[in-house]
């Protein structure tokens, strides 16, 4: 795919006209930003939270198709909001402690156990799910919050 091709592509995903936030991206009821530099599994949380959001969660198969996609465009691996440091392989969404129902784990993953908390779209494996050491500090980020239209209790965290 050429690059003309993508952002072709970049262009009709991303509603330009939204409510999200400059630099953040619409999709469906939410706004999501890639970050462009690193963190450990934590203080992209905190990021987030910073800005109002959360580490993403990816409910559905949809959801996941879209970050996937712009993860690969981007070329780099992202924690989401997803870990199982309360109870080993119990994983939960971050912001609303949701059990993970949906899943795209790759070939042998989780496999990490206790040294292994936090979920990430990992490149090598071309973006599927890995648990990876939250500490690792080399992994970019995406955070989500609700788009503005769609109201309270449509949310993240609600
Ligand atoms: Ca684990
Ligand atoms: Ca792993």
Redo the contacts with the bound molecule.
């Keep these: 795919m050429t690059l003309a091709v993508l952002f072709g592509i970049f262009f009709l995903l991303s509603d330009v006209s939204s409510e999200c936030q400059l630099g953040w991206q619409h999709y469906e009821k939410t706004c999501y930003w890639f970050s462009t530099t690193t963190l450990s599994w934590h203080s992209a949380a905190s990021s987030c939270r910073s800005h109002g959001a959360e580490l993403a969660s990816v409910l559905t198969a949809a959801e996941n198709a879209y970050l996937r996609y712009f993860a690969a465009a981007f070329g780099h691996s992202y924690w989401i909001g997803g870990d199982?440091e309360v109870v080993?392989?119990s994983w939960t969404w971050a912001g609303t402690d949701a059990p993970i129902d949906y899943n795209d784990w790759g070939p042998g993953e989780?496999g990490?156990?206790?040294n292994?908390?936090c979920l990430a779209i990992y490149h090598p494996i071309n973006y599927h799910w890995v648990?990876a050491d939250c500490k690792y500090p080399s992994f970019r980020y995406i955070c989500e919050k609700p788009y503005p239209e769609s109201g309270p209790g449509h949310g993240i965290g609600k």
Aim: glycine fraction near 20%; charge should be negative.
């Design positions: 199982d080993e392989g989780p990490g156990a206790r292994e908390n648990d």
